[in-house]
């Protein structure tokens, strides 16, 4: 059972904390059947980002064995017969579209549009530079989609734009990463990263580190915004975004991480005390 946990990665569903944001910037929280329905699709989308990761653990087993740190994973490890973990990602599918439905009908849509862009991704995209990075970014999409659009709350365009620059950033720090741990034998274990060279990812970086900062900061300074918001204050929110991107940069090229953004915000206290005081803050001034 434990490698069955493992295999299913709890430890990542901090990234379905996108699901969440439209009860906060879109101040759902007010209304009990919307906040029921963002937990729902919040649950349904953690069990089925797992039964992604279990297919996608199945289809790159061979790979990850070439991985310092992937060829502990249960399959690739053989602690987890393909078998078991076909019959796992099975239940996950079924689990999380059963969830999303109770939640709301296009809840359920989005998480099957999910589950059909990562089969699409695991057998094909993934090895087409850039879109690739765009792929695993739409994944993020349809997180903020399932929580704001999906619940009949109405999604933002800052903030589906500024969700776009921020996933695409840390998809390209996830290549870098990638590319820092595994030196000559990257494309061996990722085929697409053969494509990429160190100086391109860390443009691509800059751009899009930019870019999200950039939109979030006009997010926070957009007549509608501080309207609906009762606020103009949201701009004092804007160094923690700063301080945590710069820091997480730092990680990736000072410390050889970056590659695990959900580690990274558990386990750095720095950008873990920049995450909580920006949420912090955030909930006091919109609350």
């Known amino acids: 059972m434990n490698k069955i946990i493992k295999l299913m990665r709890p430890h990542q569903w901090v990234k379905n904390g996108f699901v969440l944001t439209g009860l906060v910037f879109g101040h759902g929280w007010d209304v009990p059947e919307q906040v029921q329905a963002v ?5 349904a989308f953690c069990l089925a980002s797992s039964c992604v990761y279990v297919f996608n ?4 087993a061979e790979r990850d064995r070439q991985h310092p740190t992937k060829r502990l994973r249960p399959i690739a490890a053989g602690a987890v017969s393909p078998r078991q973990a076909l019959l796992l990602a099975g239940v996950l599918a ?4 059963s969830i999303a439905w109770s939640a709301n009908p296009p809840v359920a849509g989005y998480i099957a549009a999910y589950l059909v862009l990562n089969l699409i991704y695991t057998h094909k995209l993934k090895r087409v530079v850039l879109l690739d990075i765009f792929c695993i970014s739409a994944g993020f999409m349809l997180r903020i989609l399932a929580g704001t ?3 009949d709350i109405p999604p933002s365009n800052w903030l589906l734009f500024c969700g776009l620059w921020t996933t695409l950033f ?4 996830k290549r870098r990463a990638e590319m820092l741990a ?20 860390d443009q691509l970086i800059s751009i899009t580190c930019m870019g999200m900062i950039f939109s979030y900061s006009l997010y926070t300074m957009d007549v509608d915004v501080r309207r609906i918001h009762n606020t103009d204050q949201l701009i004092f929110t804007v160094p923690f975004v700063i301080y ?3 820091r997480y940069l730092y990680l990736l090229h000072r410390e050889a991480g970056g590659g695990d953004p959900s580690r ?4 750095d206290p720095h950008i873990l005390g920049a995450g909580l005081g920006w949420l912090i803050m955030t909930l006091w001034l919109v609350a």
Do not use: K, P, Q, W
Not at 57 to 60: R, T
Not at 182 to 201: F, I, M, P
């Open 170 to 173: 840390l998809g390209f720090i």
């Open 182 to 201: 595994l030196n000559d034998t990257a494309g061996g274990h990722r085929r697409v990263l053969e494509h990429y060279s160190a100086g391109l990812l």
């Open 57 to 60: 653990d199945l289809a790159d």
């Open 94 to 97: 079924a689990l999380a579209l």
């Open 39 to 43: 937990l729902l699709a919040f649950i």
């Open 149 to 151: 659009d999906g619940v």
């Open 244 to 246: 945590a991107c710069f």
């Open 264 to 267: 990274e915000l558990i386990r």
